[in-house]
C-alpha cells in the first residue's frame, strides 16, 4: 500500500495533526489521509500535540481522549483557549462509548467524534468535510 | 382594700351579711373548681401531647430498625434480622396507629401523620418487603437492590415526614405546657374578679359586719393574686364567719392540691423530656463511642453526680471502662482502666448479671451488703454512693452505667433509678443500631467498593479491546480498498472482520451489562407510550429483516396505558428479543411482537402491560431454559446450528426488566420455536395512551 501525497495540495491546505499514543492507530489514521493528500504530522502523547499545535498552528486536530500525560479533553480545552487554534476543528477519537465522554468532548469545543473502533473511511470523510473539501 | 370598723349587729344586718357572705363563698367556689378542672384539662392536653411524642419516637425507632435489618438481611441473610425486620415494622405500625389516634381532631397533625404514614409504608411495604422476597430467591439481585440508592431515598423521605410530624408533635407540646401556667393565671384572675365583686357587695351594704368577712376575704383576695401569678404556696388563715372560714379552707385545699399536682406534673413532665431528649440525642449518634460519652455526660448533668463511667461487660464479667464522663470536682478513673476499680465490684455487681435490675448504694461505708474489702476499695476511690445499672443489646448484657457521688453518701431516689434505667435502656437500643449500623456501613462499604472495582475494570477491559479491534477494522477496510487483493484473500478479510464484529458486540454487551448491574438506578424511569417504543424498535430490527424471507408481525391494541420505564433501554430488550427471533427462525419463518392490555401482577401491586415476542425459529431444549438468563450460556440448538451471539443478550434483557419490577419468562419447544415473555408495571399516575394526547410524548 502506498501513500501518493500530493505536495501542492498540502501545502496549500497545511497540516492534520494526529495525536494518539497506540502507534498502529497512528499510523493507520497517516495512512489513511496521506492516501488521501494530507499532510500529517503526529503527535504520542497530549503533551507533545499541544506543543507542535502552539509551535506551528495545524488545519485540523485528530485527537484521541484516553492519552497519557494530558489526555484529549484537556488538549481540547487548552486548543481552544489559545487564540491560534481556537478555531481549528477538532475530531475527537474515543473508545469509551459513553455519552458522558462525548459530552465532555464537546463540552471543551470538539467538532466531531468518532467511537473506536472506527473505519478509515468515514474519519477520511469526516476530515474532508471539516476542511470543507470535497469527499 | 377597704377596712370597715365593727359596730353592734342587728338582725337585719345579719341578714343582708349572709346574703353577702353566700354571694362570695358561691362565686369564690365556683372559680376554684374552675381552676381545678382547667388544670385538669390542660393536664389532658399535656398527656395527649407526651403521648405523641413517644408514638412518634416508636415509629421512627421502629422504621430505623426495621432499615438497619433489611440491609442486615440482605447482606447477611441471617434469619434473626427476618425476626428483627418484622418486630421493628409491627412497632412502627404500632407507634403510627396511636400517633393517628392520638392527632385527633387536629387536621394539620392528622395530615402530618397521614404523610409519615404514607412514606413509612413506601419504605416498609413497597422497598423492604419486596427486597427481601427478592433476597431469598436470588441473593445477588437483592444486594444490588441495597447498594444501589432506592431504599436509601426512600428512607430519607420517611425521616423527613417523620421529623416534620416531631417538629409539630414538640410544638404542641410547648403550646400544652405553657397553656398550664396560662389557665392557671387566668383561673386566678377570675377568681379575683369573683371575690372582689363578693367584697363590692359587701362593702356597698357598708353593714358594720362587713369586716369580719372582708378581712378573711381581704387575705383570701391576696392569696388568689399569688395563686393567679403561679405561686401555689400561699395558705390563708382560716378565722372568720363560719362561711368566710369554710371558703378559706376549700380554697387551702384547692390550692394544696394545685400545688401537689403541678409538682408531679411538672417532675413527671420533665422526667419524660430528658429522657427524651437523651435517647433522640443518643439516636442520632450511631456511633458507638459517642453513644456512650454522650449518655455518661448526660447522666452526670441530669442526676447530678460526680463521675459517669460505662464498663463494659462480657459473659458477665467487668471489663474495662469505655466511656467516662466526670463532674467539675472529680477526675476520671481513666477509660480502658480495670484496675482502677474495686477488686470486688465483679461480686457486687454480681446480682445486677443475674436479674438485671440496677444496683442502689446510698452510702459505701455502711452498706451492709458490702464485703469489708470492698468497702475499703471505695473508700480508697473516694466513692460513697453508688448507682448501676445494665445496658442491654437485645438480650445481650453488655455494659455497666455506673454512677458515682464521692466524698459524701446520697439517698438515691426512685425518679434517680427510673431516669438511668431508662437513659441504659436506651443506650442498649442505640448501641444495637450503633452495632447494626456499623455492619451495615462496612458491608455496603464492601459491596460497593467491590462494584467500583469491577466498574472500573470492565471500563478498562473495553478501552484496551477497543483499541486493538481498531487496529485490525481499520487495516482490514485499508486492505480491502487496495486493488491488489485477491478474491481468496478477499473472503480471508471478511473473516476477520466478522469477527472483529463479533469480538466487539461481546465487548459491548459486557459494557452495558456492567453498567446495568452497577449503575441500576441510572435508569430514568418516564410514563412511556408502548407504541412508539415498538416502532423504533421495529424500524432498528428492519436492516436484518430484509433480505430475509421472514415475516414480522406487529401487534399494539388500542389503549394500552403507558408503562413506567427508561425508554432507551425498553427500546434495547425489544431489539435483543427482536434480533435473536430473527436470528433462530429459518427463511419461511414467523417472527411476532404482541403487546396485552394490562393486568394485575403476580404480586398484585401494580397492573403491568405485557410484551411477547414470538418466533418459529429452532427453539431451546426444555432442559436449558432455566438457563436462558446466565452469562456467556448458549443453548445447544444455537450451538448446533452455529448461529453466532455472546450469550448476553437475554441477561441484559432481564437485567433491564428486574430493574424495572418486571418479569421475563420463556415458553419453547425444540423445533417449533420460542416465545419470550416479559411484562412492565404501568405507569401510576398519567393517563392512557390516546385518552390524553395532549400529555403524550416519550
Redesign the interface.
Known sequence: ?TADPVVDDADAVGYVLVADD?P??RD?VV??LESAGLEVRTAVDGEEALALAHSDPPVLVVLDL?MPKVDGVEVCRRLRANPATAQTPVIMLT???QPSDVERGVAVGADDYLV??????ELLARVHRALDLPD | MPRAVATPTSFAATQRRLIGTVAVAVTAGVGVLGLVLTARATGVAEDRADGMAVAADEVSIGVATAEAATVAYVVVGDPADLDGFNSARDRATRGLDELRAAAGGSSSLRNLVGDERAKAEAFLDGYARPVITLRSTDPAAGQARVVGGEGRRLYEQFRQAAAATVVAVESERRDAKQSVGLTAAVSGLVLVLVAAAGIVIGWRRRDPSVAAVVEPLDEVHGALVRVGEGDFSPRVTTDGPDEVAAVGEALNTAVAEMDRLTSLQRSRVEREQMIRDVSRTIREYLDVEAVLNLAARELVGAIGVDRCSVLVVEHNTLGPIVAEWVGAFARPLGTGSREQLPAGLDLVAQPLFEVGRPLVIDDTASDARLEPEVREAFSDLRIRALLMAPVYATDDLIALVCLQVLNRPRPWSATDVGVVESVAREMGVALSHARLFERERDMVGQLRQLDEAKDDFV?TV??EL??????????V???R??EAVTPTQDQMLTVIERN?DRL?ALI?DL?TLSKLQSGPFELRFDPLDVAPLVQTAVQSIEPIVTGRAIDLDVVVPDGVPRVAGDAGQLERVLLNLLTNAVKFTPDGGRVSLAVSRPQPSESGVDDVVTFAVSDTGIGIPEEEQDRLFTRFFRSSSAQAAAIQGTGLGLVIVKSIIDRHHGSVSVASAPGEGTTIEFTVPVAQHWGRTGSDVGEAGV
Not at chain 1, 116 to 121: I, T, V, Y
Open positions: 500500500m497506540d498502529d492507530i493507520l495512512l489513511k484516553m473508545a469509551l462509548a473506536k473502533p472506527f473505519s478509515p473511511r | 471500563s473495553s478501552h477497543r483499541t486493538p479491534l481498531t487496529s485490525i477494522v481499520g487495516y477496510e485499508m486492505l480498498d487496495d472483529s466487539l459491548d459494557l
